[in-house]
T-cell receptor, first 111, second 116 residues
Framework: GIQVEQSPPDLILQEGANSTLRCNFSDSVNNLQWFHQNPWGQLINLFYIPSGTKQNGRLSATTVATERYSLLYISSSQTTDSGVYFCAVENYGGSQGNLIFGKGTKLSVKP | EAQVTQNPRYLITVTGKKLTVTCSQNMNHEYMSWYRQDPGLGLRQIYYSMNVEVTDKGDVPEGYKVSRKEKRNFPLILESPSPNQTSLYFC???????????????FGAGSRLTVL
């Protein structure tokens, strides 16, 4: 099945710094989403982005489907950005509804 | 408030004692799914349902059952729990299938299950 790899696994930033999180996938996708899990365990969708670029405040995401990767950019990071970031994909031509998650990037933003 | 509600939030049980984790959504979503989260493994899909009476296995369905008799509810059943099912479980829903348009997942708060 499709493989999803996220990098880096861990990231420590000083407040105000920028960061880029990467998600590589091994096959074509028709669905890609980014999620943030806060330190209390709550999972929130950030972007639905199977291709192209989107921005929401300090966060933006770009998916280059032909090269099988997606990037999540966090600018001017804040302590509330801490947590784990997951990307999840659905394989194009695979079972609709079967969503595969990466292992996540754990981000710690220090004040 | 639009939400996905899971119960119980925390449960400690013993091997072999059947249990059910309930999941209910009030958004009239067609798609619902269950995931388990284990340290270092991310989230892995257990079962999903595209609509009432339609369920499919995810990547780790062994030891679990589900049913979708009505649109709002999608319970996860552990017929004979074992210690390797100790995990954090999440239910999620979306309007019309994960692969259709901009249908994003809404997650429940999670259920932490410990099997002794």
């Amino acid at each position: 099945g499709i493989q999803v790899e996220q990098s880096p696994p861990d990231l420590i930033l000083q407040e105000g710094a920028n960061s880029t999180l990467r998600c590589n996938f091994s096959d074509s996708v028709n669905n890609l989403q980014w999620f943030h899990q806060n330190p209390w365990g709550q999972l929130i969708n950030l972007f639905y982005i199977p291709s192209g670029t989107k921005q929401n405040g300090r966060l933006s995401a770009t998916t280059v489907a032909t090269e099988r990767y997606s990037l999540l950019y966090i600018s001017s990071s804040q302590t509330t950005d801490s947590g784990v970031y997951f990307c999840a994909v659905e394989n194009y031509g695979g079972s609709q509804g079967n969503l595969i998650f990466g292992k996540g990037t754990k981000l710690s933003v220090k004040p | 408030e639009a939400q996905v509600t899971q119960n119980p939030r925390y449960l400690i049980t013993v091997t072999g004692k059947k249990l059910t984790v309930t999941c209910s959504q009030n958004m009239n979503h067609e798609y619902m799914s269950w995931y388990r989260q284990d340290p270092g493994l991310g989230l892995r899909q257990i079962y999903y349902s595209m609509n009432v009476e339609v369920t499919d296995k995810g990547d780790v369905p062994e030891g679990y059952k589900v049913s979708r008799k009505e649109k709002r509810n999608f319970p996860l059943i552990l017929e004979s729990p074992s210690p390797n099912q100790t995990s954090l479980y999440f239910c999620a829903s979306s309007p019309q299938g994960v692969g259709a348009g901009a249908n994003v997942l809404t997650f429940g708060a999670g259920s932490r299950l410990t099997v002794l």
